[in-house]
């Protein structure tokens, strides 16, 4: 089995098409932003989706996991768009599974207009529904094949203040988590635990207060006996494995597919016992495997 995992795309935004009144608090500030500097980084974000899909047919991947920050703002018209562009990648052969980044939940009009359920609803659905809490969402189970399971836990959450984008996994979802991951269900399968913000940073300490999983070590620790799995996240716009200390199951960042001079990816292939993860980037037009960098997991 071939699984594509990218991240953080940040779609360039269209910003004729935010109302007004979106326009109020950190939003005003995020655009601001967004036109003397960032934006430029992410301009070919539609191009290069495009040029992702061929790169998934390509490569014949079975099933493609993104790992949040569809977009800058998290504007409707955003999440409209970025389901659009994404719909080519949903329709990889066994699937796909995302959870929101931080941008994508960026302000608390996003939950309070259920604007992510409203163009990614039709992504929730879990193979273990028994183990839903928060919500009746998370955390999310799929059962791919026979030696594959994805479980994805949702850590992005608005940040009203213009100085913080950290992230928090709920704590019944941790709980639940823990259920799922000692279920004897997964038993003999390989399994990705996904959410967006990265545990550690590339360094293998952890990320900023302000910026990272404020509940890491938490977070870590329910997932430090999983023998046979990987953790995968973005949110740090460079793509990283690292293994942090006492846990099982390394760590892998996607980083950006579409940050201009930094795109990256992984592509993992398993194959019964084995599975082998290889970096990917950008190379003369289009997205290309860097086998000098694959590892064993």
Known sequence: MRILHFSDVHLPLRLLSVPFKDWMGKRMIGGANLLFGRAREFIDGYEKLATLDRFRRELEVDLVIFT???????????????????????????GYV??????????????RQKRWAESFG????????????????????????????????NSARPNPQPWRSSGKIPRPQLEALDRVLADRVLLGRFV???????????????????????????????????????ILCGHIHRRFTVQAEGVKPPIFCAGSATKAGDE????????????????????????????????DV
């Open 122 to 153: 039709d992504t929730f659905d879990t193979d273990l529904p028994h183990h839903v809490v928060d919500g009746g969402r998370w955390p999310l189970v799929r059962l791919v094949g026979d030696d594959v399971a994805v479980v994805a836990v």
């Open 192 to 230: 990705f635990v996904i959410t967006h913000y990265a545990p550690r940073a590339e360094d293998g300490g952890p990320d900023s207060r302000l910026h990272g999983l404020v509940n890491a070590e938490d977070f870590l620790s329910v997932c430090a006996d999983l023998s046979r799995g990987a």
């Open 98 to 111: 995302n959870v929101p980044g931080n941008h994508d939940i960026y302000v608390f009009d996003v939950l």
């Open 264 to 295: 990256a990816l992984w592509v993992f292939d398993v194959d019964g016992d084995l599975v082998h993860a290889t970096p990917g980037a950008w190379r003369d037009g289009g997205y290309a495997l860097d086998p000098s960098g694959a590892v």
């Open 68 to 94: 949040g920050d569809y977009t800058a703002l998290g504007t409707r018209a955003e999440l409209r768009d970025a389901r659009e562009a994404v719909e080519p990648l949903m329709q990889a052969p066994l």
